[in-house]
């Protein structure tokens, strides 16, 4: 249980450093990609090892929780970049999240 624990709060503090990146971003403070990218390692990290876990009928949504962190990371890129298409992304994730959110689990 400890180590369930341990990669919860991993992934709720890597959101909040992606969310704090992307506020960087919009404020245009140059170390936003660094601080995003410091986030997204632990959210892709679980995700993953969600997917690898999951029982078969849980695959599909931790597919796409795997395909919505494929989409942060284009956005990692995109502002790497300096592309302003990173939104594009970051509405693609937000959709495929709420998505999984608000599906319910059989």
Avoid: C, Q
């Avoid at 624990?5 to 170390?31: E, K, T």
């Avoid at 601080?35 to 390692?41: C, E, K, R, V």
């Avoid at 632990?42 to 690898?52: K, M, Q, S």
């Avoid at 876990?53 to 990692?76: C, D, E, Q, W, Y």
């Amino acid at each position: 249980m400890g180590f369930l624990r341990f990669l919860s709060g991993l992934y709720y503090a890597g959101l909040i450093l992606i969310l704090a990146g992307i506020i960087m971003h919009i404020s245009g403070m140059d170390n936003a990609p660094w601080l995003f990218a410091a986030g997204l390692i632990p959210v892709l990290g679980v995700r993953i090892y969600n997917f690898i876990i999951a029982p078969s009928h849980r695959k599909r949504i931790n597919g796409i929780l795997m395909l919505s962190a494929v989409f942060l990371a284009a956005t990692l890129a995109a502002i790497y970049y300096e592309k302003s298409y990173w939104i594009v992304f970051i509405a693609i994730s937000a959709v495929l999240d709420g998505y999984t959110s608000f599906r319910k689990y059989t």
